[in-house]
Nanobody, 122 residues
Framework: QVQLQESGPGLVKPSQTLSLTCTVSGGSITTSHFYWSWIRQPPGKGREWMGAIAYDSTYYADSVKGRFTVSRDNAKNTVYLQMNSLKPEDTGIYYC???????????????WGHGTQVTVSS
């Protein structure tokens, strides 16, 4: 079974940059037809799909397009999320997830990491 685990700094000041890493086991990001994705959940709110990478393409929600970048390192079987110009509104739990694109964008992928807290605060 595919397993995912997020990691990275949990606290950052507004306007700064933060990068998260998703380590993947039990499946290869190079051979899977899944879309390797990032989803977040602000406190008290629902989950929000942010972006994904699959094949040679990336996809982003309008809310983060231009600020966030999804990338991958095939040799390390890892997926990354770089977040620029962070705002307090970006605070939340960040999840790495994977499934077919439709389910990922809908917020219902089958495979999730446990999530990692990101707090943007002065």
């Amino acid at each position: 079974q595919v397993q995912l685990q997020e990691s990275g700094p949990g606290l950052v000041k507004p306007s700064q940059t933060l990068s998260l890493t998703c380590t993947v086991s039990g499946g290869s990001i190079t051979t899977s037809h899944f879309y390797w994705s990032w989803i977040r959940q602000p406190p008290g709110k629902g989950r929000e799909w942010m972006g994904a990478i699959a094949y040679d393409s990336t996809y982003y929600a309008d809310s983060v397009k231009g600020r966030f970048t999804v990338s991958r390192d095939n040799a390390k079987n890892t997926v990354y999320l770089q977040m620029n110009s962070l705002k307090p509104e970006d605070t939340g739990i960040y999840y790495c997830a994977t499934d077919y694109l439709g389910r990922v964008v809908a917020g219902t992928p089958d495979y999730w990491g446990h999530g990692t807290q990101v707090t943007v605060s002065s």
